[in-house]
């Protein structure tokens, strides 16, 4: 991730950090999605080797492939043994991996970031942005953060417009680093707790 996130710093208190990373240690779901594990890593790759899917996401492992897959699984399992990381898959019929999401903490700044994608049979339904909308929720809610920070690549307008209709504030641009080391120009947003409730509510 970048190391110029979150944007907004404001130290949680010691508590409040380490009920973060208890919770991120408890979790095993969200909401349709269940916590990856070892033996996703073929159906999780299938998802990611289409150009459509991976070419906007910058977290993803680079060169991509099926080992490079289940290590990006055993890394977020070390995550979430720390409290700082998630990654949950979505499941179709017949058990074909549809989506995924990667969930990254920082409890110390009370903060998070999604990323994530849909298998390409359910773009321009809605399910994105109802799934981007509900998973944010339950960041606030089931985490307890108080801040999401987000980004999208300059040519990434489908997110943009997500985030902006979903009243996330433009922060400005930061420098996004890939696995392998490359770089990519990122917008980012930011939205508090006390925004998200006033705008969405929660429940």
């Known amino acids: 991730m970048a190391v110029d996130l979150p944007v907004t710093r404001n130290p949680a208190s010691p508590e409040t950090a380490a009920a973060i990373r208890a919770a991120a240690r408890g979790a095993v779901r ?3 999605s269940r916590l990856a594990q070892p033996e996703d890593a073929p159906g999780l790759f299938a998802l990611l080797s289409d ?3 991976y070419a ?3 977290s993803l492992p680079r060169p991509l492939t099926e080992a490079s897959v289940a290590t990006f ?3 977020h399992l070390a995550e979430r043994a720390a409290g700082e990381g998630l990654l949950f898959v979505r499941e179709g019929e017949g058990g074909q991996v549809m989506g995924y999401s990667d969930v990254q903490v920082w409890p110390d700044w009370g903060a998070g970031e999604l990323g994530g994608a849909l298998h390409p049979s359910l773009h321009g339904k809605g399910a994105g942005g109802r799934g981007a909308a509900a998973s944010f929720a339950w960041m606030f809610e089931a985490l307890g953060l108080d801040l999401l920070c987000e980004t999208a690549a300059l040519t990434n307008v489908a997110t943009q417009r997500l985030l902006d209709g979903l009243g996330f504030r433009r922060m400005g641009e930061t420098i996004s680093t890939r696995p392998d080391g490359t770089t990519r120009a ?3 947003w930011e ?3 006390a925004e998200w409730a006033a705008r969405h509510g929660f429940g």
Do not use: A, K, N
Request: negative net charge; proline residues 11%.
């Open 30 to 32: 969200m909401g349709e």
């Open 51 to 53: 150009p459509v899917v």
């Open 56 to 58: 906007p996401i910058y």
């Open 73 to 75: 699984i055993d890394q």
């Open 186 to 188: 990122s917008l980012v």
């Open 191 to 193: 939205m508090t707790r």
